[in-house]
């Protein structure tokens, strides 16, 4: 069993930054990948950023690369997205999940969070 829990949400100005960050309990989070979803107020859940145990594999949703970075402390079983240069079609909640291999295939994500909301703002 893994728990996930999102936290550092909250509202920026359009062009402003935001890390959010996302503890992994249970289990090391260095034996799962880790990736970041978000969803939006009438929209499906879409894939933003995934990374590997190894961290040598990193995946990007292309309407976040470049903007967007993650990464993992595993030490500190904690898993970033930092956000920068925000738009106001990046507000949601994002939730982060646990998978055995890093993908953008939602599906195989067996553990997530509770989500935490990000508002950009104009």
Do not use: H
């Amino acid at each position: 069993q893994v728990q996930l829990v999102e936290s550092g949400g909250g509202l920026v100005k359009v062009g402003g930054s935001l890390r959010v960050s996302c503890i992994v309990s249970g289990r090391t989070v260095s034996g799962y990948a880790t990736g970041w979803f978000r969803q939006a107020p009438g929209k499906e859940r879409e894939f933003v950023a995934a990374i590997s145990r190894s961290r040598n594999m990193i995946y990007y949703a292309d309407s976040v690369r470049g903007r967007f970075t993650i990464s993992r402390d595993n030490a500190k079983n904690t898993v970033y997205l930092q956000m920068n240069s925000l738009k106001p079609e990046d507000t949601a909640v994002y939730y982060c999940a646990a998978a055995p291999d890093a993908t953008s295939n939602i599906g195989m994500y067996d553990y997530w969070g509770q989500g935490t909301q990000v508002t950009v703002s104009s």
